[in-house]
């Protein structure tokens, strides 16, 4: 299916007209035995959101096969996943609409409050991990603002889809509409202009006196969508100032020849592009520049894998058809010589390039490009299906990308904490990880019909954050 093609005129003449890359290309038409691996590639990812979730509390697991906690930005990506696997006919829509009822259901009634233990979240929010069968705060995690907001873009979703008059319909609405309603975002704001990152009941060394976090939500990053929901909060909506202070942080610069606002991980620039559909709206950061937040991702993409030509650390595996750094999982934390070249790798890392940083250890992960489909199909897809050829099963499983690969850890050295090493080939991960496999399968998802994008432009609670983060233009014309 061709991707949906969408109207990028602003609202004032004055503005320049939006800017493509200097590396744009033709519109790209996957072949038919392409289309068949996406098909397979979507399919088993789904199936990793339907069949490892706890079916009793529809917690997801942050990973599997290795016994987990849930995690609650997996949850999101869950929720967003049932309604893509009932339009492809994988599960019925009364099984998806089930398992959505048992999850919203268990997160409005789980326990909300400020003791350090018993609790599932405080002021709306939820805690980063929860135990997969209580689903109680996880050991000493934090309240996660951004994982909260990821789990609501999941609801969100299933608000839209589950449309119907029918009682269960309207009692998954009623449920998000309770739990997007009673999320504090003032209260996260720690008397601050912008969000804070997360809340502690306990004392910690990176805690203020009120018990949150140290750091706040500055630009640019995976908490765009974050802002959105806050601003467009029904209950307790935070100032458009937060936006501009939001865009204020920004880092504009150049890049692998590409020019864009810089954020090392790809998963920044993903993330949130999952369910808003960026295309042809701008705010003031944006119109300043003449593009929109699509390009800018789409600019970034287009960077890592220039690195990844250029490969300036010589690392095995990199080129046109093996590119992708982002979080991932990793062999272990050590340092020694491969192939006469000591090198330093990594366990869970936020892998990534850009003009501010290089955090890279040899590790690819498949989630960089294949989350990267809509904005660089050319590239994005070939690079999946040379993936799934050359490394074969070891890569590509029971749901599709295991996490992440290193081709430079091809021979065996110290004990490693994830994953096994073909020897001569490279080292592999064993787990898929929650929030690594839904960028996949809703990026897919969007490129192919524009599913999420749909949903959520439908939204009158999307709009009010976008419109009231002074976004313009394009589809939300008229509508602010």
Same mark, same amino acid.
């Given at each position: 299916?061709?991707?949906?093609?969408?109207? /990028?005129?602003?609202?004032?003449?004055?503005?320049?007209? +939006?800017?493509?890359?200097?590396?744009?290309?033709?519109?790209?038409? &996957?072949?038919?035995?392409?289309?068949?691996?996406?098909?397979?590639?979507?399919?088993?990812?789904?199936?990793?959101?339907?069949?490892?979730?706890?079916?009793?509390?529809?917690?997801?697991?942050?990973?599997?096969?290795?016994?987990?906690? $849930?995690?609650?930005?997996?949850?999101?990506?869950?929720?967003?996943?049932?309604?893509?696997?009932?339009?492809?006919?994988? /599960?019925?829509?009364?099984?998806?609409?089930?398992?959505?009822?048992?999850?919203?259901?268990?997160?409005?009634?789980?326990?909300?409050?400020?003791?350090?233990?018993?609790?599932?979240?405080?002021?709306?929010?939820?805690?980063?991990? +929860?135990?997969?069968?209580?689903?109680?705060?996880? %050991?000493?995690?934090?309240?996660?603002?951004?994982?909260?907001?990821?789990?609501?873009?999941?609801?969100?979703?299933?608000?839209?889809?589950?449309?119907?008059?029918?009682?269960?319909?309207? %009692?998954?609405?009623?449920?998000?509409?309770?739990?997007?309603?009673? /999320?504090?975002?003032?209260?996260?704001?720690? $008397?601050?202009?912008?969000?804070?990152?997360?809340?502690?009941?306990?004392?910690?060394?990176?805690?203020?006196?009120?018990?949150?976090?140290?750091?706040?939500?500055?630009?640019?990053? %995976?908490?765009?969508?974050?802002?959105?929901?806050?601003?467009?909060?029904?209950?307790?909506?935070?100032?458009?100032?937060?936006?501009? %202070?939001?865009?204020?942080?920004?880092?504009?610069?150049?890049?692998?020849?590409?020019?864009?606002?810089?954020?090392? &991980?790809?998963?920044?620039?993903?993330?949130?592009?999952?369910?808003?559909?960026?295309?042809?709206?701008?705010?003031?950061?944006?119109?300043?520049?003449?593009?929109?937040?699509?390009?800018?991702?789409?600019?970034?993409?287009? $960077?890592? !894998?220039?690195?990844?030509?250029?490969?300036?650390?010589?690392?095995?595996?990199?080129?046109? #058809?093996?590119?992708?750094?982002?979080?991932?999982?990793? =062999?272990?934390?050590?340092?020694?010589?491969?192939?006469?070249?000591?090198?330093?790798?990594?366990?869970?890392?936020?892998?990534?390039?850009?003009?501010?940083?290089?955090?890279?250890?040899?590790?690819?992960? &498949?989630?960089?490009?294949?989350?990267?489909?809509?904005?660089? =199909?050319?590239?994005?897809?070939?690079?999946?299906?040379?993936?799934?050829?050359?490394?074969?099963?070891?890569?590509?499983?029971?749901?599709?990308?295991?996490?992440?690969?290193? &081709?430079?850890?091809?021979?065996?050295? =110290?004990?490693?904490?994830?994953?096994?090493?073909?020897?001569?080939?490279?080292?592999?991960?064993?787990?898929? +990880?929650?929030?690594?496999?839904? =960028?996949?399968?809703?990026?897919?998802?969007?490129?192919?019909?524009?599913?999420?994008?749909?949903?959520?432009?439908?939204?009158?609670?999307? /709009?009010?954050? #976008?419109?009231?983060?002074?976004?313009?233009?394009?589809?939300?014309?008229? !509508?602010?």
């Amino acid at each position: 299916m061709a991707t949906l093609a969408l109207s /990028v005129a602003t609202s004032c003449a004055s503005r320049p007209p +939006l800017a493509t890359s200097s590396s744009a290309s033709a519109p790209f038409t &996957p072949t038919a035995p392409q289309q068949a691996f996406l098909d397979t590639l979507s399919r088993r990812t789904f199936d990793f959101f339907w069949q490892t979730t706890n079916p009793r509390n529809g917690l997801t697991p942050d990973r599997w096969p290795s016994k987990s906690f $849930s995690s609650v930005a997996a949850v999101g990506f869950a929720l967003t996943a049932y309604p893509i696997g009932v339009e492809h006919g994988w /599960v019925s829509r009364d099984s998806a609409r089930a398992r959505v009822l048992t999850t919203l259901r268990f997160f409005w009634t789980a326990p909300q409050g400020p003791a350090r233990t018993g609790m599932t979240g405080y002021k709306g929010f939820f805690y980063h991990f +929860l135990d997969m069968e209580t689903g109680r705060r996880f %050991e000493t995690v934090e309240l996660s603002t951004i994982d909260t907001a990821l789990l609501l873009a999941g609801a969100l979703t299933c608000r839209q889809y589950f449309a119907s008059d029918d009682a269960t319909d309207r %009692e998954i609405r009623a449920l998000t509409d309770s739990l997007y309603a009673r /999320v504090d975002w003032q209260w996260a704001r720690d $008397s601050a202009v912008v969000v804070n990152m997360g809340w502690r009941p306990d004392s910690a060394a990176y805690q203020n006196a009120r018990g949150f976090n140290v750091s706040s939500w500055r630009g640019y990053d %995976e908490g765009m969508l974050l802002y959105v929901l806050a601003l467009g909060s029904p209950t307790h909506p935070i100032t458009p100032d937060a936006w501009t %202070e939001w865009t204020r942080t920004y880092r504009w610069d150049r890049f692998e020849g590409e020019e864009f606002v810089q954020f090392a &991980p790809l998963f920044g620039h993903q993330y949130s592009q999952l369910w808003i559909d960026f295309r042809g709206i701008q705010d003031a950061y944006m119109r300043q520049r003449g593009i929109d937040y699509f390009e800018n991702s789409r600019r970034a993409t287009l $960077s890592q !894998r220039a690195y990844a030509m250029r490969n300036a650390g010589a690392w095995r595996g990199r080129g046109p #058809l093996e590119w992708g750094l982002t979080a991932s999982d990793g =062999p272990l934390d050590s340092t020694f010589i491969v192939d006469g070249r000591t090198r330093e790798f990594h366990t869970y890392w936020a892998r990534g390039v850009d003009a501010t940083e290089v955090r890279d250890d040899g590790t690819i992960a &498949p989630t960089a490009a294949g989350g990267s489909i809509p904005f660089a =199909p050319e590239i994005v897809v070939p690079t999946l299906v040379a993936m799934r050829h050359t490394y074969g099963d070891s890569l590509f499983g029971r749901y599709g990308f295991v996490d992440a690969f290193n &081709p430079t850890l091809h021979t065996g050295g =110290p004990p490693l904490h994830h994953g096994y090493i073909v020897n001569g080939l490279a080292w592999f991960d064993r787990d898929y +990880l929650g929030i690594d496999q839904g =960028p996949i399968l809703g990026m897919i998802e969007n490129w192919r019909s524009g599913f999420v994008w749909q949903l959520f432009r439908k939204d009158a609670d999307i /709009v009010r954050g #976008l419109c009231r983060a002074g976004f313009t233009g394009g589809w939300l014309t008229g !509508r602010c």
